[in-house]
């Protein structure tokens, strides 16, 4: 129970983190010296995406939720190059099986 919740703080911090570089920006134009915090953190997280690398986070709470006795993958969502893939995904279109299944056929002439 503590490895979860330790893993659910895990989390929290790397959600804060994210709307901090998203939104950071916004808290800059009010408090100016947060710029020496928030333009790092830009630069790690485009950085972290353009390399298709692992936030340092991630793993620490996969562990944590394997030490807790659950599954690290189901739990993950980010990683390894996720805004690329997403990216990706929109761009090409539906999957290319989605062209194969009966219904996607309803309406168009052979």
Request: charged share 15%.
């Amino acid at each position: 129970m503590p490895y979860r919740l330790l893993a659910d703080a895990v989390v929290l911090i790397h959600l804060g983190f994210v709307a901090f570089v998203v939104f950071g920006g916004l808290l800059v134009l009010r408090w100016h010296r947060l710029a020496w915090l928030h333009v790092p953190a830009v630069a790690w997280g485009v950085g972290i995406e353009l390399v298709g690398g692992v936030c340092p986070l991630t793993p620490i709470e996969n562990g944590l939720r394997a030490m807790g006795g659950g599954s690290a993958s189901a739990r993950r969502t980010t990683g390894r190059g996720s805004l690329r893939r997403a990216t990706r995904e929109t761009a090409s279109g539906p999957p290319s099986h989605a062209s194969r299944h009966p219904s996607a056929r309803v309406g168009r002439s052979r």
